[in-house]
T-cell receptor
Framework: GAVVSQHPSWVICKSGTSVKIECRSL??????MFWYRQFPKQSLMLMAT?????????EQGVEKDKFLINHASLTLSTLTVTSAHPEDSSFYIC????????????FGDGTRLSIL | AQSVTQPDIHITVSEGASLELRCNYS??????LFWYVQSPGQGLQLLLK??????LVQGIKGFEAEFKRSQSSFNLRKPSVHWSDAAEYFC??????????FGAGTTVTVRA
């Protein structure tokens, strides 16, 4: 089946630093990728839609300058949390798919981000 | 806009017993429906999906779900649970713009 690889799986860093999370589709081309944020014991909250070769579309309330998304190829999307602060600590998950609504999204294993 | 309701926050079931997780959706057109499972600290794994056709769909790990348009439901079932089925289960509805809306999730605990 389709595989999405997300890296790193866990990162701890100091407040004020920037953190980059990578999301790769290993065996399919993902024209569209999604970035979610998940708080403990809660559901997934869509942050943004990443489209290959164009600007990401952010959901209401998500700061585009805080969460930079780049989708430079059909197999790689990156999320950079800029000037991270403790309130940015969370579980971030990416997903990708061929871009058709009747095709399921495939999820990475998530990244646990802890900002000290 | 689409939405999903999972009425049960937490379900405890004995190993070997049957399991049913409820999901109700709201969507104006024909829905694309999914069930995903998440183990602690992991991403989501697709259990099954429904787009059209037979309203009873079979998935992986012995799970099945039934789409009932009249009830706007897509309940997930398993006849006999295993301890490894303990996890968080999410129902989701997809729209034509490929976005997914997730329910709040149901935590399943399996007791020996």
């Amino acid at each position: 089946g389709a595989v999405v690889s997300q890296h790193p799986s866990w990162v701890i860093c100091k407040s004020g630093t920037s953190v980059k999370i990578e999301c790769r589709s290993l065996d399919f081309q993902a024209t569209t990728m999604f970035w979610y944020r998940q708080f403990p014991k809660q559901s997934l909250m869509l942050m943004a839609t990443s489209n290959e070769g164009s600007k990401a579309t952010y959901e209401q309330g998500v700061e585009k300058d805080k969460f930079l998304i780049n989708h430079a190829s059909l197999t790689l999307s990156t999320l950079t949390v800029t000037s991270a602060h403790p309130e940015d600590s969370s579980f971030y998950i990416c997903s990708g798919g061929p871009g058709a609504p009747n095709q399921p999204q495939h999820f990475g294993d998530g990244t646990r981000l802890s900002i000290l | 806009a689409q939405s999903v309701t999972q009425p049960d926050i937490h379900i405890t079931v004995s190993e070997g017993a049957s399991l049913e997780l409820r999901c109700n959706y709201s969507y104006g057109a024909t829905p694309y429906l999914f069930w995903y499972v998440q183990s602690p600290g992991q991403g989501l794994q697709l259990l099954l999906k429904y787009f059209s056709g037979d309203t009873l769909v079979q998935g992986i790990k012995g799970f099945e779900a039934e789409f009932k348009r009249s009830q706007s439901s897509f309940n997930l079932r398993k006849p006999s649970v295993h301890w490894s089925d303990a996890a968080e289960y999410f129902c989701a509805v997809g729209s034509n713009d490929y976005k997914l809306s997730f329910g709040a999730g149901t935590t399943v605990t399996v007791r020996a």
